[in-house]
T-cell receptor, first 111, second 117 residues
Framework: GESVGLHLPTLSVQEGDNSIINCAYS??????FIWYKQESGKGPQFIID?????DKRQGQRVTVLLNKTVKHLSLQIAATQPGDSAVYFC??????????FGAGTTVTVRA | DTGVSQDPRHKITKRGQNVTFRCDPI?????LYWYRQTLGQGPEFLTY????????KSRLLSDRFSAERPKGSFSTLEIQRTEQGDSAMYLC???????????????FGQGTRLTVV
């Protein structure tokens, strides 16, 4: 089975609000995580990554939080915009060079 | 455009035909990956190259699938005797790095959407 999963398959958010997308992973050996955004018909787009020696990392309008105790990852998007509507995947790297993806969360931004 | 490039973007083929896809990674990246994505699912790992060496193949990659990266630059993925179940998005990604771990970001191309009719 998959070792990376998302708590909710869909998320609807009002434009301008903050979004929080959650992801649970099961392999405690995973030490590198990436969030990707995928728009319809396109490939996954790198958003932000985090290593297991960190618990928080910030980018432009995005923050990733890692809680290794409960094996939980989240992506926070500040001031969500219509262009943020997409499917978001978390991916984990388990002690080698490949990524394991969950099924994704579809984010819809309401105007 | 200096990102990962895939060609073609779309391919419709009849069952039983052979198809070949091409991936051009980011030029300085020594690692290249192929993934497959079906509707509503996340990408699934197929195979991995470090330079020209193919270091791992997933069990998803049946004998009808073959991938090459002859000069350590571009890669091709061939599917022989296509089946309807092969219909999916085929994604290529590249990254840099050494050692046995993925420790730098992997960037994906736009994918090749295969439809087998």
């Amino acid at each position: 089975g998959e070792s990376v999963g998302l708590h909710l398959p869909t998320l609807s958010v009002q434009e301008g609000d903050n979004s929080i997308i959650n992801c649970a992973y099961s392999n405690s050996a995973s030490d590198y995580f990436i969030w990707y955004k995928q728009e319809s018909g396109k490939g996954p787009q790198f958003i932000i990554d985090i290593r297991s020696n960190m618990d928080k990392r910030q980018g432009q309008r995005v923050t990733v939080l890692l809680n290794k105790t409960v094996k939980h990852l989240s992506l926070q998007i500040a001031a969500t915009q219509p262009g943020d509507s997409a499917v978001y995947f978390c991916a984990e790297n388990m002690a080698d060079y490949k990524l394991s993806f969950g099924a994704g969360t579809t984010v819809t931004v309401r105007a | 455009d200096t990102g990962v490039s895939q060609d073609p973007r779309h391919k419709i083929t009849k069952r039983g035909q052979n198809v070949t896809f091409r991936c051009d990674p980011i030029s300085e990246h020594n690692r290249l990956y192929w993934y497959r994505q079906t509707l509503g699912q996340g990408p699934e790992f197929l195979t991995y190259f470090q330079n020209e060496a193919q270091l791992e193949k997933s069990r998803l990659l049946s004998d009808r699938f073959s991938a090459e990266r002859p000069k350590g630059s571009f890669s091709t993925l061939e599917i022989q005797r296509t089946e309807q179940g092969d219909s999916a998005m085929y994604l290529c990604a590249s990254s840099s790095g050494q050692g046995a771990r993925l420790n730098t970001e992997a960037f994906f191309g736009q994918g090749t959407r295969l439809t087998v009719v």
